[in-house]
């Protein structure tokens, strides 16, 4: 059932020109140099800290790595991290 769910949402993204990660509520992840990173889509943080920060991604974590790391800014949405970005790794 879930795959044919992802089926219909990608086909549906691809139909009206949208990128697939959005209409399927994925995360999507915005790297600006190795200072700033947006994101969308999260489902919250899982842990915080100025080296590593663990973000929830539904089927996804997404965990940033680096030096000086500070969320910025966060809503429902939408969350900014900045600092020295040193990696980000998807598990």
């Known amino acids: 059932m879930e795959e044919n769910r992802r089926g219909l949402l990608e086909k549906t993204a691809e139909a009206l020109d949208l990128p697939?990660?959005?209409v399927a509520g994925?995360?999507?992840l915005e790297l600006t140099g190795s200072r700033?990173?947006?994101m969308e889509?999260?489902?919250g943080i899982l842990s915080y800290g100025s080296e590593e920060i663990?973000?929830?991604g539904?089927?996804?974590v997404i965990k940033v790595r680096g030096k000086g790391l500070e969320l910025r800014a966060m809503n429902a949405g939408q969350l900014l991290i900045t600092g020295a970005?040193?990696?980000v790794d998807l598990s």
């Open 26 to 28: 994925l995360p999507h």
């Open 41 to 43: 889509n999260h489902k």
């Open 58 to 60: 539904g089927r996804m």
């Open 36 to 38: 700033q990173l947006r």
């Open 20 to 22: 697939g990660e959005i």
């Open 54 to 56: 663990h973000i929830s």
């Open 85 to 87: 970005i040193q990696g």
